[in-house]
């Protein structure tokens, strides 16, 4: 069974940093493309930051190039977002998800992924 949970969300000043972390479970995350989505209130879906399954090769939302990171272990199956810089409209939930190996041009859109781990809150306020 296919299972991602998500971690490493919680409320942080504008400016500053978290490390989300997610551990996939009932599959090897190395074979699949995988990537890190947000949904702010009256927006749609994004794609964040999202990394294939061959190449390392990774997209990013252009608010956030820059200022995030996609990496992932596989020895640990676990993907990893650093955020740094963040701002106030970037509160929301953060969800993982992945699929089968996708063409570049699907990385970063959430319509190609089909499973999706629960999320975790990231909250940016003083």
């Known amino acids: 069974q296919v299972q991602l949970v998500e971690s490493g969300g919680g409320l942080v000043q504008p400016g500053g940093y978290l490390r989300l972390s997610c551990v996939a479970s009932?599959?090897?995350?190395?074979?699949?493309?995988i990537g890190w989505f947000r949904q702010a209130p009256g927006k749609e879906r994004e794609g964040v930051a999202c990394?294939?399954?061959?190449?390392?090769?990774?997209v990013y939302a252009d608010s956030v190039k820059g200022r995030f990171t996609i990496s992932r272990d596989n020895a640990k199956n676990m993907v990893s977002l650093i955020m740094n810089n963040l701002k106030p409209a970037e509160t929301t939930d953060y969800h993982c998800?992945?699929?089968?190996?996708?063409?570049?041009?699907?990385?970063?859109?959430?319509?190609?992924?089909?499973?999706w781990g629960r999320g975790t809150q990231v909250t940016v306020s003083s």
């Open positions: 998800a992945t699929d089968f190996p996708l063409p570049f041009g699907d990385l970063g859109s959430p319509m190609a992924y089909s499973y």
């Open positions: 009932g599959f090897t995350l190395d074979a699949y493309a």
């Open positions: 990394i294939s399954s061959s190449d390392g090769s990774t």
